[in-house]
């Protein structure tokens, strides 16, 4: 085999895959390579894979599978992120056609990988937590999108019964307060107006005493930098300084994904998640006396095991009490290996999906009369893309609303004042834009 030329990352699961999916792409553009426009193209394709359901992990190995041509020929296949950390060399077990297996730690490794599986005719498995960080091993960021992602914190040490991260991701690791801010101005350099902050507990960043409060104040003097966000917060690792930062820094952005998970106290405690529902209402208070339009986001599971229909109830309850911006909600998925998978009183599957239809009803309510409640605003959006129809451009609100606009000086990257018209379910529509001094 000649050696690859063309390249195809596809990631699959949380925000933090994306990243890591881009910096796989930038190690390859490194080594000579090119990005491919699909997998059906490239010499090389890496399935940056999540394990989080099961659901997600059978796409894995259907994916895999898609990757053979008409041909009969096959580009290498490298499957990165969660999947490879949780099953390693089962991953190429069950699939033959796999390359490379690697961890979500390793991946500053995979052009290495890539070379030794192509001089052995050998599958190379890497699912190392290496104590030196892989941060240190990447190219610097160069051009790249207007809204850019920085993962600052990894790893996992809550335990959540239901939960594979702390096991795919490792321990609780934070990057350094001066790598953080020199990622930050390239990613500047390289065109982003927006930069959020990435971690599976963001919030519980932490360099020598500094936390994500004073990031977020030394990245709101960056020139060119316009806006700032940063997920997944965790209820228990909301410090006062973050809250007060949502207050006092003018480019931190008006909105908060802070996940509940369930509405009842019992729920939550066989969950680990180690606050009640009393404390996280009385967060959300503090976070909305801070800022009052703060548009608030969480993540709901559904038929964890034992869930009675009353205690279901007390989650419709907490999500009327909160009134969500948008949200993300699951029916449960037992995972092996997490104590929640062995539990008594799984719940079966059809009162799972009923619960979940009757909470998404519910979410999907309150984020359409959030975004109806917008219309007649006028405020900032950033374009980030081209839409559908000719001359229309999409952005995001403050809010993390989508805005369709449609004028055609817009640029990708452009931050407009934008009056909003009309609001549907999943967007708004905006006209008049005037551009906003850099
Ligand atoms: N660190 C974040 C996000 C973790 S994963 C946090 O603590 O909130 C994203 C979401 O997936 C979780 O918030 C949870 O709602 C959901 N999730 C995790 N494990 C799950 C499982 N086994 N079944 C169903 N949903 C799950
Ligand atoms: Fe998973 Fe809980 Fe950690 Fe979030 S806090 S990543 S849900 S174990
Ligand atoms: Fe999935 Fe791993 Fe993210 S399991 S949600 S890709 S941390």
Redesign the pocket.
């Known amino acids: 085999m000649t050696s690859p030329k063309t390249y195809h990352v596809k990631s699959?699961?949380?925000q933090?895959?994306v990243y890591d999916g881009d910096r796989m792409g930038e190690l390859l553009s490194a080594e000579g390579m090119t990005a491919a426009t699909d997998a059906d193209s490239a010499d090389v394709v890496v399935l940056n894979?999540?394990?989080?359901r099961e659901r997600?992990v059978h796409r894995v190995y259907s994916e895999i599978g898609a990757l053979r041509r008409d041909d009969g020929t096959r580009p290498m296949i490298a499957v990165a992120?969660?999947v490879a950390q949780a099953e390693g060399a089962e991953v190429a077990k069950r699939a033959r056609d796999v390359d490379v297996v690697v961890g979500?730690q390793a991946y500053h490794r995979l052009p290495a990988l890539l070379a030794e599986a192509r001089a052995r005719g050998k599958a190379q498995i890497d699912t190392d937590m290496p104590a030196e960080s892989k941060f240190d091993a990447l190219p610097t960021r160069g051009p790249g999108r207007p809204s850019a992602f920085l993962t600052v914190q990894e790893g996992c040490d809550k335990f959540c019964t239901y939960c594979?991260?702390p096991y795919?991701?490792g321990a609780e690791v934070s990057r350094g307060f001066e790598a953080v801010l020199d990622e930050a101005r390239a990613l500047v350099d390289g065109g982003a107006r927006e930069i959020t902050l990435l971690g599976?507990n963001v919030n519980a960043w932490d360099d020598a005493g500094r936390g994500l409060h004073d990031l977020i104040v030394a990245l709101d003097k960056l020139p060119g930098l316009a806006r700032i966000r940063y997920t997944t917060s965790h209820p228990n690792d909301m410090r006062q300084g973050l809250i007060d930062a949502h207050r006092d820094v003018e480019k931190l952005m008006p909105f908060l994904h802070l996940p509940v998970q369930s509405g009842s106290d019992r729920v939550l405690k066989a969950m680990n998640r180690s606050h009640d529902t009393a404390s996280y209402l009385r967060l959300i208070e503090r976070v909305r006396e801070a800022r009052p339009d703060i548009a608030i986001s969480g993540d709901f599971i559904v038929g964890f095991p034992g869930e009675t229909g009353a205690e279901f109830e007390e989650t419709l309850n907490i999500v009327r009490a909160v009134n969500y911006a948008q949200a993300f909600s699951f029916a449960y998925s037992p995972r092996p290996g997490t104590p929640a998978a062995t539990m008594d009183a799984q719940v079966p599957k059809a009162v799972m999906d009923e619960r979940l239809q009757r909470l998404q009803a519910l979410l999907n309510e309150q984020q359409y009369a959030f975004n109806t409640a917008s219309v007649g605003r006028r405020t900032s959006v950033l374009i980030e893309r081209k839409g559908k129809i000719a001359g229309q451009m999409l952005g995001k609100s403050p809010w993390l609303q989508s805005v369709h606009v449609v004028d055609p000086t817009l640029k990708i990257g452009d931050l407009v004042e934008v009056d909003l018209t009309h609001a549907g379910p999943n967007s708004l529509r905006g006209t008049a834009p005037m551009k906003l001094a850099a």
């Open positions: 699959f699961g949380c933090m895959n894979t999540c394990h989080i997600a992120g969660c979500p594979v991260v795919t991701r599976q």
